[in-house]
């Protein structure tokens, strides 16, 4: 089973300012590497998919990089809307399907 | 528009039993291979289960398998998880997920979640 391992837990960042979350594999999953947005009380929501291709409707300042076992999202100047919980997802080796434990991005 | 639409949740005793449902409408659905996703109260993330676009082929995770029973039924446009001798640990919010397809395994549209709590 691939764990994936996500920092930091929490994020402090002001709005207008540049954030980066790090998403960890313990194995390589080459470019299969989702990340997802939740928002409180909403369902996650598709952000980014093989690693750096973002999803139908995502901002451009949303960006994903990376491939193996290191991977990361950059949100270039962070919103008010974008304060959120994000999580990374491997699926290259399945089942299960694994999750981070989450980053969340509070205002500072 | 794609839409998923969870129900059946609630309030459920140890060891009892419970049957979700999700509507799916504005795709094929007979074409996509489905999820189950859960989150339990302040938690992260856990994939709970997966059934593919004809239901022929079947996963669970470790922690469900043996309790829980995934299906379909495509005519309907439905998804179910039937869900036995439920345990406090089960409490959470459960959603459906869409498999992208052809060969991508990202999941994107969800549900809005069904709340699941198991208590005495």
């Known amino acids: 089973e691939i764990v994936m391992t996500q920092s930091p837990a929490t994020l402090s960042v002001s709005p207008g300012e540049r954030a980066t979350l790090s998403c960890r594999a313990s194995?390589?999953?080459?470019?299969?590497l989702a990340w997802y947005q939740q928002k409180p009380g909403q369902a996650p929501r598709l952000l980014i998919y093989g690693a750096s291709t973002r999803a139908t409707g995502i901002p451009a300042r949303f960006s994903g990089s990376g491939s193996g076992t290191e991977f990361t999202l950059t949100i270039s100047s962070l919103q008010s809307e974008d304060f959120a919980v994000y999580y990374c997802?491997?699926?290259?080796?399945?089942?299960?399907w694994g999750f981070g434990q989450g980053t969340k991005v509070e205002i500072k | 528009e794609v839409q998923l639409v969870e129900s059946g949740g609630g309030l459920v005793q140890p060891g009892g039993s419970l049957r979700l449902s999700c509507a799916a409408s504005g795709f094929t659905f007979s074409s996509y291979e489905m999820n189950w996703v859960r989150q339990a109260p302040g938690k992260g993330l856990e994939w709970v289960s997966y059934i593919s676009s004809s239901g022929s082929t079947i996963y669970y995770a470790d922690s469900v398998k043996g309790r829980f029973t995934i299906s379909r039924d495509n005519a309907k446009n439905s998804l179910y998880l039937q869900m036995n001798s439920l345990r406090a640990e089960d409490t959470a919010v459960y959603y459906c997920a869409r498999d992208r397809g052809r060969g991508e395994y990202y999941f994107d549209y969800w549900g809005q979640g069904t709340l699941v709590t198991v208590s005495s």
């Open positions: 997802q491997q699926y290259n080796n399945w089942p299960p």
């Open positions: 194995q390589s999953v080459s470019s299969n």
